[in-house]
């Protein structure tokens, strides 16, 4: 069983022909997978395939990924002759040697080092043969960034399991509490309405009927039930593979709905106090669920 963060770094590091690429990812917490690539010059065409390979391990959450090369790019420089300007050159200097009537002892080499004559192109990288070397690199940062998401899930997994622990404790007490106080509900109604209707004849199986429906929209025990179902669920996706941290999300505002129709139902100050500690601890588990892909 794994629970992945949504907050993590990688680095990954490759070499090929005397160059070095350097792949660095981080990544936090956002509502959907929100990925921002940054190539260099020249490498724009690889960044569909690198957006995939983030796809395979990141389903949700901000993701920025920087690619850097440095290192020997000389075989990519390509050196060629501009014929014609040269011939200019060596023209033009052979008419000035002619008019000013000195020896006219031009070398290639100085020729070779006016502007211009010799040009120096660099040339674009084979990407495709270049993609296997690039991809090890962006591979390794990924996996490094799996393994620290892992790590940080295992300890919000544990962290959300101690918080859900103390709110199982907290909806322990109500549930013992619960009976007492709808008998006690029960009898300060019985007493309100005998004392209201003291001098009207009712019958007392009516009463005791009006006092059991009165009474009832205090039971808060659908609720209670309802939060154990959500309990057990969250336990349950605690243990499962993948994202679910949308489905936590989910559970969290169906908990904050039973918890606050409790706290309406029930009309008492232990119980109240209790309901306050309960929402305060979801409020803590929300954080926790926010960085959970």
Avoid at 202 to 214: C, F, K
Wanted: aromatic share 4%; hydrophobic share 40%; charged share 35%.
């Amino acid at each position: 069983m794994t629970v992945k963060s949504m907050t993590g770094f990688g680095r990954g590091e490759s070499e090929k022909s005397g160059r070095v690429w350097t792949t660095e990812i981080r990544c936090v917490n956002n509502r959907f997978l929100d990925v921002k690539i940054k190539l260099p010059r020249g490498y724009t065409a690889l960044e569909e395939r690198i957006r995939k390979k983030v796809a395979d391990y990141h389903q949700r959450g901000r993701v920025d990924l920087v690619l850097n090369v440095q290192g020997d790019f000389s075989d990519l420089q390509k050196l060629s002759v501009n014929a014609a300007l040269a011939a200019s050159y060596r023209e033009t200097l052979a008419q000035m040697a002619k008019e000013l009537k000195i020896k006219d002892d031009t070398t290639l080499s100085q020729l070779a080092s006016y502007p211009d004559v010799l040009v120096r192109e660099q040339q674009s990288e084979d990407l495709e043969s270049v993609w296997v070397v690039i991809e090890q690199a962006v591979t390794e940062a990924l996996q490094g960034c799996e393994e620290m998401r892992k790590q940080e899930g295992e300890s919000l997994r544990a962290d959300l399991q101690k918080r859900i622990g103390a709110f199982v404790a907290d909806i322990a007490r109500i549930e013992i509490i619960v009976p007492t106080l709808v008998e006690k509900r029960e009898q300060s109604l019985r007493q309100r309405l005998e004392k209201l209707l003291a001098n009207v004849d009712l019958d007392p199986l009516r009463l005791s009927q009006e006092v059991a429906i009165m009474a009832d929209k205090t039971d808060v025990t659908e609720e209670l039930v309802r939060l154990r179902s959500h309990i057990d669920q969250f336990e349950r996706f605690l243990k499962e593979n993948g994202s679910v941290g949308r489905k936590l999300d989910f559970l969290i505002q169906e908990f904050l709905r039973e918890v606050n129709t409790l706290g309406s139902k029930i009309n008492d100050a232990e119980t109240a106090h209790l309901t306050v500690d309960l929402k305060s601890e979801l409020e803590k588990i929300r954080e926790q669920v926010q960085n959970i892909e």
